[in-house]
């Protein structure tokens, strides 16, 4: 397993790193993955989520998390399953806004430490084909997020 967060700006302390480090782990652990895959958790501002929020999502606002799953790049089945024998077990990447992590925390009344938390969790599972489209995607994925957060000790 390899999870590369990257903090242009030094938002986070180690200990924040450590959280998201466990998170992850405990979410694998949850949804029964292999330990040989790889993910990267940028750390970012409102402008540059904003940027991508309007290239990918055509949303021009900032956004609190985006995940770009390597999956989605439109390759046929047979062939994603060749590459992925071939390389690493690359996800994708996890894009999170700290200031509106910030924003978030302070608004639902809860720890900056939770809300960075549920991003990172919400994130992971998007990586891993989970989604909240319809209401029982939503009651499916949110359950999974509180029940890791939860056991994890990140209680609202």
């Given at each position: 397993?390899?999870?590369?967060?990257?903090?242009?700006?030094?938002?986070?302390?180690?200990?924040?790193?450590?959280?998201?480090?466990?998170?992850?782990?405990?979410?694998?652990?949850?949804?029964?993955?292999?330990?040989?895959?790889?993910?990267?958790?940028s750390l970012v501002d409102n402008e540059q989520i904003q940027e991508l929020n309007a290239t990918y999502r055509q949303i021009d606002r900032p956004t609190d998390v985006l995940s770009f799953a390597l999956n989605d790049q439109g390759v046929d089945e047979e062939?994603?399953?060749l590459e992925l024998e071939e390389m690493s077990k690359f996800l994708g990447d996890i894009i999170i806004s700290i200031p509106k992590a910030k924003e978030q925390a302070k608004e639902y009344n809860h720890s900056f430490e939770?809300?960075?938390?549920?991003?990172?969790?919400?994130?992971?599972?998007?990586?891993?084909?989970?989604?909240h489209e319809t209401e029982e995607?939503?009651?499916?994925?949110?359950?999974?997020?509180?029940?890791?957060?939860?056991?994890?000790?990140?209680?609202r």
């Amino acid at each position: 397993m390899s999870i590369e967060i990257i903090d242009e700006l030094n938002y986070l302390q180690e200990a924040d790193y450590q959280m998201i480090q466990s998170l992850i782990e405990q979410s694998a652990t949850y949804l029964k993955l292999d330990s040989d895959f790889e993910v990267d958790i940028s750390l970012v501002d409102n402008e540059q989520i904003q940027e991508l929020n309007a290239t990918y999502r055509q949303i021009d606002r900032p956004t609190d998390v985006l995940s770009f799953a390597l999956n989605d790049q439109g390759v046929d089945e047979e062939d994603w399953m060749l590459e992925l024998e071939e390389m690493s077990k690359f996800l994708g990447d996890i894009i999170i806004s700290i200031p509106k992590a910030k924003e978030q925390a302070k608004e639902y009344n809860h720890s900056f430490e939770r809300e960075l938390g549920f991003l990172v969790v919400h994130g992971f599972l998007h990586l891993n084909g989970y989604d909240h489209e319809t209401e029982e995607e939503r009651q499916e994925m949110f359950a999974i997020q509180e029940k890791i957060l939860n056991a994890y000790g990140l209680t609202r």
